[in-house]
């Protein structure tokens, strides 16, 4: 007998099924997520969670149509396979493959990406106006969960969509039990008949009726809705939502699908804004996520039967693990310091520091925002915050940086992990934008070391510095070097000369100056001798170092993992401009103006000219160019 998946190739198949089979199908789903996520890896347990969800979704709107927007997008993997992804559902995540995410370009089922969070009901009310304005009467979801409702935009966006009163639906996703812990039988009997036309009808029928009663009808009717949202603010958390604006159902039970499906088709009729909550269980099906879902939030290749990661033993540590147990270290002779992250705990490296020092670390959820101003305020007050975010996320909160930072030279650090190319995850988490838009900030000192070793005595620097400090580092692991017991303060802007040669220099930053020490070997083999300088600091750079190997050489190849525009390349360019320095030639190196697709670290450096090789090549490439001998310096 064929597999129900095997049947479906788009939503219209899936409306073909009976109802009853539609929870086989679930647990087909689940199983093609588990067996296909263990191989490649994957965001797993959040999709694990919210299989039945999606197939209710689509089982009772017409996508794309009817336009359905994941949020946080990492949660679409059986949107994905049901719109007619299954048989390219392997490549998610991989180079050349689909992406883990809902992206525009890939479906039409796609309305609008998500590779960040808390943007689905911003994007709905939009979409909802849209369809208004050109007369639709198509339906507009927004599907909000996996810690999505704890950033300001949303509650923002709600706020807007109960003012405008258009017809949207707001699905709230509750994974972790964030709102509500228990769901009662009676509370989902409520939610059920409350969306139901029958009660809908005789509602308004009621208040009609109750209007129409002279003197004492419009008393007994306030007096009827007290009761009613008395009843439904005991069962249920609606008292916030619907004080927004919104008529709330809920909490529903998430993995019953004639539940779901009976709820969603009740609401579709209904105008104006709705919320309807639904409690799931993030790695359901599969007890190793159960039990921790965190582990399982976005894992590598596992092995099914235990849960572990089959990844080859004996790695250098993690740039993460090293900064990690780094603030433990730091943290135990000095009570000032504090660690803050954004819903990162673990992926920041700060679980053994929450552990440690419970009463001083700070998980504020998805709302950067807050935690920079958060980590401000603190400053102020004589404490050393440190606020570990990804690069990428730190975008969200520039503003913060820039006025209630830099602008007030408070002493906050500023954690970036994940910066440069990430690999898997593509465009939305590639941390290749940092070092330009945060070198131009008066007072902000940024920095990248050149390896996990160097990440340490960086981190030091910036905790005692007094002043706003930004460090960034790599994803994934170190280079396996020795680890200095005692940790030390680097002076600020001071770079190094790594390895000698007269022909040119190479001025790298951050995890490239490896790269560019390998590819110094390899010109060495050629015929080519060139000098490398970690830079260390990208503001300030050290000016007296880069000047003096300009004027030497003659020639400058700058490397950074980064945007090329206002990149680190950019900065030294400035720097010869401010010194007036003539007959220097310059190659920059880093990321060109458009956007990185997914891949592994190693895939994408390569295709991008960033590892060894890719340097040595434009290194001769620049030399030949000029027409002078390789073997010359290049005045």
Known sequence: MPKLLDRINGPVDLKKLKEEELTPLAAEIREFILETVAKTGGHLASNLGCVEL????????????????WDVGHQAYTHKIITGRRDLFHTQRQYGGISGFPKRSESPHDPFGAGHSSTSISAGIGMALARDLKEGDNKVIAVIGDGSMTAGIAFEALNQAGHLHKNLIVILNDNDMSIAKNVGAFSAFLSRKLTGSYYRDLKKEMQALLVGIPAVGHNILQF???AENSLKGFLTPSSLFEALGFDYFGPIQGHNLPHLIEVLKNVRSLEGPVLV??????????????????????????????????????SPPSYTSVFGDTMVKLAASDDKIIAITAAMRDGTGLASFAKTYPDRFFDVGIAEQHALTFAAGLATEGYRPVAAIYSTFTKRAYDQIFHDICLQKLGVTLALDRAGLVGDDGPTHHGVFDLSYLRHLPDLVVMAPKDENELQHMLKTAVYAGGPMALRYPRGAGFGVAMDRELLALEVGKGEKVADGDDLAIVAIGVTVNAALKAAEILKARGIGACVINARFVKPLDRQ?????????GCLVTVEENALLGGFGSAVLELLEEERITGVRIKRLGIPDRYIEQGSQAQLRKDLGLDAEGIAAAVEAFLAAKGKSRHLACG
């Not at 999606?54 to 927007?69: E, K, Q």
């Not at 170092?545 to 050489?553: D, K």
């Open 277 to 314: 909550h639904v409690v799931t269980t993030k790695g359901k099906g599969y007890p190793p996520a159960e039990e921790n879902p965190g582990n399982f939030h976005g894992v590598g290749p596992f092995d099914r039967k235990t849960g572990k990661t089959t990844a080859g033993k004996g």
């Open 224 to 226: 009827a809705r007290k």
């Open 545 to 553: 170092l880069i000047l003096s190997e300009a004027r030497r050489t």
């Open 54 to 69: 999606t197939i209710a979704l689509h089982y009772c709107f017409d996508s794309p149509r009817d336009r359905i927007i």
